[in-house]
């Protein structure tokens, strides 16, 4: 017998492999004019409906494409996964013009892509039409994902969501967040739950959702909640949304970034729409929740509304658990608000960004200036009518409440007027109260920062005010886009050049991508270069260590619970909202008020430890007033501090 060389073997053996992928990877053509019947994978063979869509498990590789200006009726639902080589890709045929999928009065999606992998939603148009009804949840683009496990990879790209009338408040599955032009959640985020429940966790990790157009949609633009990993959300612009702008909750080191919002919370908290008086009314431009280490940078937000319900309004918000995340080189307009800092959050800066004209609450803070640990520095707050309040949210003492603000420019002209003040109450009963002062030291929360313009009850009290004309080129010119803000660059005169001070970490570059390593920072977003005076490099590098470190023991107070419950049989859990790092040393200790006797846990032995267990043996009512001593050493900074017993609790068994 003949033998067939080993080479050519191989190649046929590869030629195999790539005529079985190309059969595979098969491309489906939809058309008003196609047959269902037919095969689909020709223009000549089109299938005409979504049903028949719908009907078929598409493999990886496949694309399903729609003619191009052509109108498809019905909720589009297909079936089946790509691969990470080979994702499924929805999209368009024959023409620019995007096919439009009408979903018309239905509940729920346009298009739902429900437990499946690796797909790809490209130039469609998505639109209902429909007028509200009450009790009635539409959505525009949906990923929805409740199988255990990761699901990856869905790109939504250069769509058109609009007259998207879904409902405003309500919890139901396609109601209140849930109800969005483009909505990317696990199935537990959209039933109130947590993304890890019981059992294996349901995660969606690589999502990218660009380049998109929304307008006239209720509730929200753009909702992203439980995916984690490689989340990028960029390019998209939207107008007239009854809620939130773009909402995204849960990702690590994710990315917010170019988006245009304008026109965002027009409907939310108007008491004559109809529908239930007790649904959430708050809601923002862009903002984030549960997030680490997520960037929001370069976007523009325009003339949110703010109904009598509504507390919010902001431009942008770092909402509960926002941990080591930035708001920088952003654009804020006309807004009933520019940022928002919630409470339970940890070391959040806002730097670099420019507010014009936003007025009522300006910046709110609702946290302890320490255990929040909130920067704003180097931003420039303008405002030509109205009032701007700084304003602090009474959830604490007066005392503990705010953040640190540092090197910014408010400046007041024509009819403008700034305000700092202590509010409480219900938004449509809201008191203020500006006569109150916490006692603070000078400089607390308030350093080093540039005012122009008239307080109405006197400018913050910072020990190191520059109080003067920052002489801006020409300032409250801001237009649309961020190319239009160049009149908040300093003149050659200004008295705010080289006279900023210095804040470890800052990102290096300032609002129009200028380096700040030239000189002493200067005041503002605008870094004036050719001074002829150069920063000291080292200094800084040993700052920046510096407050890395204290950064760390910081963060690794901030894992402790605020108190401790003894539970049968008499052992003290400690369950730390994130294991410590390697790093910190240090011990955990407690006195028994019965025998004298201490318990002790050396940290140095306890790395990437998350729960702690002290035995407390002794009667009930002697842990009242006893303390948890904590320790945390990095070798440049010990923090020492106390965690309070409660009395004794029954162990909750499930």
Known sequence: MKRIPLLLQSAAYLLFLAISAAAQHKTYFVSPDGDDAATGLSVAQAWKTIDKVNSVVFQPGDKI????????????????????????????????ARPVINFGDAEGAGILLENVDHWEVLGLEVVSCEPYKVGIGRQGIVVRISKPGESRHFVIKDNYIHDVWGQLGGNGRYQGYSSSAILVQTARMADGMDITGEGEAVVINDVLIEGNKIERVDKC???????????????????????????????????????????????????????????????????????????????????????????????????????????????????????????????????????????THLVQMQGPIEGDRSLVYNNVFYIDYGMADIDYFLTRKPEELGAKFYNNIFYAAGQGRFRSVYTSGDTAVRKYDEEMKADLPAGSVFLHNCYFGPWKNGIPDDPEALVTDPKFVAPGT?????????????????????????????????????????????????????????????????????????????????????????????????????????????????????????????????????????????????????????????????????????????????
């Open 65 to 96: 494409l729609f003619e191009s200006g052509k109108t498809f009726y019905g909720q589009l639902m297909p079936k089946g996964s790509g691969t990470e080589e080979a994702p499924v890709v929805m999209s368009s045929f024959g023409g620019s």
């Open 221 to 359: 633009g753009i909702v992203c909640r439980g995916a984690r990993y490689d989340v990028a959300i960029r390019r998209n612009w939207m107008d007239n949304i009854g809620g939130d702008g773009i909402f995204v909750n849960g990702p690590y080191r994710g990315l917010i970034e170019y988006n245009e919002i304008h026109r965002s919370c027009m409907r939310s908290g108007d008491p004559n729409l109809p529908g239930d008086d007790g649904w959430w009314p708050h809601v923002a431009a862009c903002w984030i929740q549960n997030t680490e280490e997520t960037v929001m940078q370069f976007n523009e937000v325009y003339d949110t509304g703010r109904n009598l319900h509504n507390g919010d309004g902001f431009a942008y918000d770092f909402d509960f658990n926002c941990k080591r995340c930035i708001a920088q080189y952003n654009y804020s307009q006309n807004n009933y608000g520019f940022m928002l800092l919630m409470y339970n959050i940890f070391e959040n800066v806002t730097r670099y960004n420019i507010s014009e004209n936003d007025h």
């Open 478 to 654: 801001g237009g649309k886009g961020l190319a239009t803000l160049g009149g908040y660059a300093l003149r050659p005169d200004s008295p705010c050049i080289n006279t900023g001070m210095y804040v470890p970490n800052n990102g290096g570059r300032d609002f129009f991508g200028q380096p700040v390593s030239d000189g002493r920072p200067d005041f503002g977003v605008f870094e004036y270069l050719g001074s002829g005076i150069f920063s000291d490099g080292k200094t800084e590098a040993e700052q920046d260590e510096l407050a890395r470190k204290a950064s760390d023991i910081a963060w690794a107070k901030w894992m402790f619970p605020k108190s401790i419950s003894s539970n049968d049989p008499f052992m003290a859990v400690i369950r730390l909202r994130e294991p410590l790092d390697g790093s910190i040393k240090g011990s955990l200790s407690w006195v028994n008020p019965k025998n004298g006797k201490t318990v002790a846990v050396d940290l140095a032995k306890a790395k990437d430890r998350q729960v702690f267990e002290l035995p407390v043996k002794t009667d009930k009512g002697t842990l009242e007033g006893t303390t948890l001593k904590v320790t945390l050493d990095n070798g440049a900074f010990c923090e020492v501090f106390e965690v309070p017993f409660r009395e004794n609790q029954p162990r909750r068994h499930p």
